[in-house]
């Protein structure tokens, strides 16, 4: 069966401070993989997608990055957080067809002090 | 551009009633219509799903219905329990692997 793994569970970073938050997805090849932010009793925003390794659209513009350096690994990074990076990061995978659902990791909260 | 509109935001219910949230979905594309529940501190899960060729799906006490032609669908839960307190999200396909998400609803079960 496939199973998605984020972590850290919870994170606390000073401002100006480097960020890397690392997910990988177990049992399915060439998922789709996705990073999602959701602020404090809010919505899912999408941050970044990949179809494919090496593959990155980003739909919000801010200080944050995505990489795919392997098919099933997804690394979300900054070089230097800002306060309104606080919130909570979730990664997800879709298998490749249309019309698949998407599973989410367990999610990282981040505090940005 | 493509948005999905979630209704109500907040829904409170006596245990053992039903509930009902409703979403409205803009793209006529759309043609996947998954529900997720989220728990406090956790990721969405997802709970029921429904393709555009089926007007209802349901799972045990849960289902889903679409109408194509008015483009909402709605989510039922039936002899609400309090494991059922939770967010919960309605989402539609859009373009390029995506999803448009509703912006959630609170679901309180009253005990």
């Keep these: 069966s496939q199973t998605i793994h984020q972590w850290p569970a919870t994170l606390v970073q000073p401002v100006g401070s480097p960020l890397s938050l690392e997910c990988t997805v177990e049992g399915t090849s060439n998922p789709n993989l996705y990073w999602y932010r959701q602020a404090a009793g809010r919505g899912l925003q999408l941050l970044f997608y990949s179809v494919g390794i090496g593959q990155i659209s980003s739909e919000v513009p801010q200080n944050l990055s995505a990489s795919r350096p392997q098919d099933r690994q997804f690394i979300l990074s900054s070089k230097k957080l800002l306060l309104s990076d606080s919130g909570f990061y979730l990664c997800a995978w879709m298998g490749g067809s249309y019309n698949s659902p998407l599973h989410f990791g367990n999610g990282t909260r981040l505090t940005v002090t | ?111």
Excluded: M
């Design chain 2, 1 to 111: 551009g493509e948005n999905v509109e979630q209704h109500p935001s907040t829904l409170s219910v006596q245990e053992g009633d039903s509930a009902v949230i409703k979403c409205t979905y803009s793209d006529s594309a759309s043609n996947y219509f998954p529900w997720y529940k989220q728990e406090l501190g956790k990721g969405p899960q997802l709970i029921i799903d429904i393709r555009s060729n089926v007007g209802e799906k349901k799972d045990q006490r849960i289902a889903v219905t679409l109408n194509k032609t008015a483009k909402h669908f709605s989510l039922h839960i039936t002899e609400t329990q309090p494991e059922d307190s939770a967010v919960y999200f309605c989402a539609a396909s859009g373009s390029n692997y995506q999803l448009i998400w509703g912006a959630g609803t609170k679901l309180i079960i009253k005990p």
